[in-house]
Nanobody, 120 residues
Framework: QVQLVESRGGLVQAGGSLRLSCAVS????????MGWYSQTPGKQRELVAT???????NYADSVKGRFTISRDNAKNTVYLQMNSLKPEDTAVYYC??????????????WGQGTQVTVSS
């Protein structure tokens, strides 16, 4: 099976930085795209950033220029470097991956979520 283990988030002042990581244990699955999503109470989960297995990235407009997603394929780990944090970045951040079975079936997997709080 596939399990995603996220690093702990935290409390940071506005303008500060935080780095999240998510390690994927994958058994026989092939890890494809990886990404980070955020969710605040009463709202739907939203895309923050994604990265393909080849390294192509996509960002939400609200984080472009401030956040950087990267991955280490050898370690099956995805990172989110968050700089110039704003109070509106406060959310629970979820790691996500598409994992493909040897038979070619693709499943979605989510991490447990980690709270990031940015104080003003």
């Amino acid at each position: 099976q596939v399990q995603l283990v996220e690093s702990r988030g935290g409390l940071v002042q506005a303008g500060g930085s935080l780095r999240l990581s998510c390690a994927v244990s994958r058994s026989r699955f092939n890890i494809r795209a990886m990404g980070w999503y955020s969710q605040t109470p009463g709202k739907q989960r939203e895309l923050v950033a994604t990265i393909t297995s080849g390294g192509s990235t996509n960002y939400a407009d609200s984080v472009k220029g401030r956040f950087t997603i990267s991955r280490d394929n050898a370690k099956n780990t995805v990172y989110l470097q968050m700089n110039s944090l704003k109070p509106e970045d406060t959310a629970v951040y979820y790691c996500h991956t598409d994992a493909e079975t040897p038979g070619g079936i693709v499943y979605n997997y989510w991490g447990q979520g980690t709270q990031v709080t940015v104080s003003s």
